[in-house]
């Protein structure tokens, strides 16, 4: 499979707002969050998506998530959140490294229920940053 910002992202050639990592996986905040809080989890064994991720990787993946998803909901005082993989061009997949979105919802923000192509929420590096320490903070 071709490099993507992901694998840079993994090999720390371009920062990330990183919340989480193991010897398996990284976790980081969506550049361009669908809600606050929105975060990637990637494993570090190159798979472009759920056709050939291994087993392995996935199993890997899912603890993070696992992991993970309760201290984003906690930190972020959300109400609930999507679990969502996007798999091939026509399902709204840009980034063709497998990752998993942790995607925070609230009861009182007007945020889109599923979003079927692109998340849509602009922020600063600053606010991203706020959010990261937050997530830290809760999962150590
Ligand atoms: P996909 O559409 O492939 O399921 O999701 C890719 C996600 O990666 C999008 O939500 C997009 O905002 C996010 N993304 C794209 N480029 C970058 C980047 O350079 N850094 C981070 N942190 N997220 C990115």
Redesign the pocket.
């Known amino acids: 499979m071709k490099d993507t ?1 992901f694998g840079k ?1 993994i090999r720390r050639e ?1 920062p ?1 707002e990183i919340v989480y990592e193991d010897d398996e996986t990284l976790a ?5 969050p669908n809600s606050p809080g929105h975060t ?1 989890v990637v494993p570090k064994e190159p798979s472009e998506n759920m056709l050939d991720i291994s087993e392995g990787s996935l199993l890997s993946v899912m603890k993070t998530v696992k992991k993970i998803a309760p201290a984003i909901k906690t930190a972020m005082e959300a109400d609930g959140f999507n679990i969502l993989v ?1 798999n091939g061009t026509e399902a ?4 063709f490294h497998t ?1 998993v ?1 942790i995607i925070p919802r609230y009861k009182s923000a007007a945020f889109q229920k599923f979003p079927p192509g692109k ?1 849509n929420v602009k922020v600063t590096p600053e606010e991203l940053a706020e959010v990261a320490e937050k997530i830290r903070t809760t999962l150590a």
């Open positions: 910002i992202i371009i990330a980081f905040l969506d550049i361009m990637l996007n709204g997949q840009q980034v990752h979105h998340p």
